[in-house]
């Protein structure tokens, strides 16, 4: 299939996922995960409508950043940090990208505050939880997560979005729903303290769960581009 089919899928299954929610699918925002894909494989995306991209390497993401500025100054293309960041690439990332979705470390926090350009809006952030507390993967825990947005909200050049978490893979949409049912809770109770709008959950193999559970940001790779 063409990427902009795939797309087509995509965006027909969380329409559909959506009204048997009794939600509206156009507050469900979709991301095109294009880490190691090629620009070309982007314009093809971007020829089908989609604008919002995700990049988990510092540098790879910069260069495409630039090539499609240089292309055209006027494309409205969203760009979003989704891999883990390391203090010595906050400044880049504070540069070039418009939303940083795994900031689980006040550190990272005020560097990118304190490097984002006074010439562009506030960075848009997502705290990430590391829901399923996997040794191997970033992010707060659940006790961690009012503390932190308490202090991130303080920052001058950085806008606190909402929530960001890459739950244990589960193939039983049963155990899918646990975690992201936790997530939603942890949303909704850090709406108490602070104004949020974005829970962003759901990959490939988890968008149906996570969007029933509440996720109204979704990030899709290889249904979109293929395998890697």
């Known amino acids: 299939m063409m990427i902009k089919d795939n797309l087509q899928c995509i965006h027909n299954e969380i329409m559909h996922i959506a009204r048997k929610c009794d939600r509206d699918p156009s507050k469900i925002k979709l991301i095109a995960v294009s880490k190691m894909k090629p620009c070309s494989a982007i314009e093809l995306a971007i020829q089908a ?83 399923s507390n996997e040794q191997t993967k970033s992010g707060v825990t659940p006790d961690e997560l009012l503390p932190l947005a308490l202090e991130i909200i303080k920052l001058p050049n950085l806008t606190l979005r909402g929530l960001m978490a890459i739950p244990k893979a589960e193939t039983d ?15 909704d109770n850090l709406q108490q303290h602070i104004k949020l709008d974005t829970l962003s959950m759901g990959m490939s193999d988890d968008m149906v769960s996570a969007i029933i559970a509440g996720s109204n940001m979704v990030r899709i790779g290889s249904a979109i581009f293929g395998k890697r």
């Open 173 to 187: 949409p049963n155990l899918q729903r646990i975690a992201f049912d936790e997530m939603f809770k942890l949303y």
């Open 49 to 131: 409508g989609q604008l919002a991209f995700g990049e988990n390497y510092v540098q790879e993401g910069i260069e495409k950043i630039q090539y499609f500025r240089q292309l055209n100054m006027n494309l409205a293309l969203q760009w979003h940090f989704i891999g883990p960041l390391q203090s010595n690439k906050t400044k880049l990332v504070a540069e070039h990208f418009d939303w940083v979705q795994t900031v689980d470390r006040l550190k990272i926090a005020k560097r990118l505050s304190e490097q984002r350009p006074n010439t562009l809006l506030p960075l848009n952030i997502l705290i990430q939880v590391n829901i």
